[in-house]
């Protein structure tokens, strides 16, 4: 028979601590697992930490994104036409007829006693013109034009105006009751002629000097 041979007393007390020692480095890394779960894994208790304090940016939505995309296109259409509604309403303002008839519009303010086209007979008006005025007194010209197709003898002019006190005139004869006529030597007028006279009167603040006054032509 043969003898079994016998192991050595000291390689399985090696053995013995080896499995002892991983044992319990087993068990120091299930404890580690364990906490790191219980830090990092969300536990039911414990609350999310946030990776950076500040404000949350808050992105557009798809919709908003195609809104706000809708409202810049329209922006710039309208800004592109603009320039174009710009000319046409301007456009009106220039006017191709307008030239004449601000030439007629002036002619007619610089020559206001302009005279009458020629009538039939003896006919006259008188136009009257301010040349100054001071405190309460006035200073007028009056110009007696022939604007008929006879010659003048003489003539005669209304001077009877409202709140007008004539006190002195030249060129002229007082006939009573506002009624002034002409001298023997600028009483005759051929037609279109004019003979230049004129008064100083004391005037009420509420004075309207006509622009003409009412003329008797005699033949």
Request: aromatic share 8%.
């Amino acid at each position: 028979m043969h003898r079994s041979e016998a192991e050595p007393p000291g390689r399985g007390r090696l053995h013995g601590r080896l499995l002892q020692i991983l044992g319990a480095f087993s068990g120091v890394v299930a404890l580690i697992a364990m906490w790191q779960l219980g830090v990092f894994g969300g536990g039911a208790d414990r609350e999310p930490v946030s990776a950076v304090d500040g404000p949350t940016t808050a992105w557009p939505s798809a919709a908003e994104e195609s809104s706000s995309a809708a409202a810049v296109a329209e922006t710039a259409s309208s800004a592109l036409e603009t320039p174009s509604e710009s000319v046409s309403e301007a456009a009106p303002s220039e006017s191709p007829s307008g030239a004449p008839t601000t030439a007629a519009a002036s002619s007619d303010a610089e020559a206001p006693h302009e005279e009458e086209s020629s009538v039939e007979g003896a006919a006259c008006v008188a136009y009257l013109s301010e040349d100054g005025s001071w405190q309460d007194t006035v200073d007028v010209s009056v110009a007696v034009v022939n604007v008929g197709d006879e010659r003048l003898a003489s003539w005669e002019i209304d001077l009877d105006l409202d709140d007008v006190d004539i006190y002195h005139y030249w060129n002229m004869d007082d006939l009573g009751r506002g009624w002034f006529g002409s001298k023997s030597w600028n009483g005759r007028l051929d037609p279109g002629e004019d003979a230049v006279t004129g008064f100083q009167a004391e005037v009420d603040g509420r004075y309207d000097l006509p622009d003409s006054v009412p003329c008797t032509a005699y033949e």
